[in-house]
């Protein structure tokens, strides 16, 4: 691709990565956009064609940061996740764990009342607020999220133009500039649409799960998600139902792929699931990728007894 301008945003493929995508574009950036699906993927050779990088809900690697400044580039982080601490150590980045990293990034901005009651949902939810009254907002944004994404056959990730997530920005847009940010009864249907995924995703989940019991005596269980499925939401609801500590899944890999990803969550506050060394993010929801074959013996039992705080 050509590089037509010294700027590019690198932002995560869920909901708050794409959130601040929007909030971006909402406020007049004027860079190439590029989705990434975790920080071991944000190209190398993509970044050092810019001079001015920002990077959100994602942090580059400490090795990756000091080649990048080595090279005169000048590069800011706006991430949350605990794994990402070494940013802290480069001037104008910002990792807080209290907020999500589309909230940090658009507090750059002076946000208007639509805006933040917009960040505000994709914050319930990506920070798994369940004991906030209103976390339901967060829910139903992820679910419409989703069930735009679902619908549409392009790639996950890669330069913008080129990924699903246009449809869900150019929506979202069109939301900000009214008065207040609220759904109307056709995106309430696609909620009902990705709820209805939900329960079958949900059942095919359960077929796979297997309970255990760890070294220190703590319940957990691992299983298997299909391919698109509403991880959080899915993993969440089985850890409170089964009174799990913790909960491993894997999530059906594409075609040919080599990889598979992993996402963990848990209840208990004893526990750091970024001690886990294929997992990052934070201690209570972590992720990763994972190859094929370590995938396997992981969901066969094979793993290592999780540290604890």
């Not at 070494?86 to 507090?107: F, K, M, P, Q």
């Not at 549409?152 to 847009?173: K, P, Y």
């Not at 269980?221 to 499925?229: D, M, N, Q, R, T």
Request: charged share 25%; aromatic share 10%; proline share 3%.
């Amino acid at each position: 691709m050509e590089t037509e301008t010294n700027k590019l945003l690198v932002s995560h493929n869920d909901l708050d990565g794409i959130a601040a995508v929007v909030i971006a574009l909402l406020y007049g950036f004027d860079g190439n956009i590029y989705i990434a699906p975790n920080p071991q993927q944000i190209p190398e050779a993509e970044l050092i064609k810019y001079d001015d990088i920002t990077v959100t809900d994602l942090a580059p690697s400490d090795e990756l940061m000091k080649s990048l400044i080595s090279k005169g580039k000048t590069v800011r982080v706006y991430d949350h996740h605990s794994s990402a601490e070494h940013i802290r150590n480069y001037e104008g980045c910002i990792l807080d764990v209290n907020r999500c990293g589309s909230r940090i990034y658009a507090e750059l901005y002076e946000n208007d009342n639509c805006v933040r009651e917009f960040i505000r949902r994709v914050d319930l939810w990506d920070r798994f607020v369940h004991r906030d009254s209103d976390f339901r907002l967060g829910v139903e944004l992820n679910d419409y999220f989703a069930a735009i994404n679902r619908s549409v056959e392009q790639a996950l990730f890669g330069f913008f133009e080129n990924t699903r997530f246009t449809s869900f920005v150019s929506i979202i847009l069109d939301k900000l500039k009214m008065p207040r940010f609220e759904y109307t009864k056709n995106d309430k249907t696609l909620i009902s649409i990705e709820q209805d995924y939900y329960k079958h995703d949900y059942n095919s989940t359960m077929k796979t799960l297997s309970k255990r019991v760890d070294s220190k005596g703590f319940n957990f269980a691992v299983c298997e998600l299909p391919k698109f499925a509403n991880s959080s939401l899915i993993l969440n609801n089985i850890q409170k139902e089964q009174r799990l500590s913790y909960i491993i899944a894997l999530i059906e890999a594409p075609q040919r792929a080599s990889y598979q990803r992993i996402s963990a969550r848990a209840i208990d506050e004893r526990v750091d699931l970024n001690k886990l060394k294929f997992l990052n993010g934070h201690p209570l929801a972590a992720g990763g990728q994972l190859s094929i074959n370590f995938a396997n013996k992981l969901l066969s039992g094979i793993i290592n007894a999780i540290d604890y705080k």
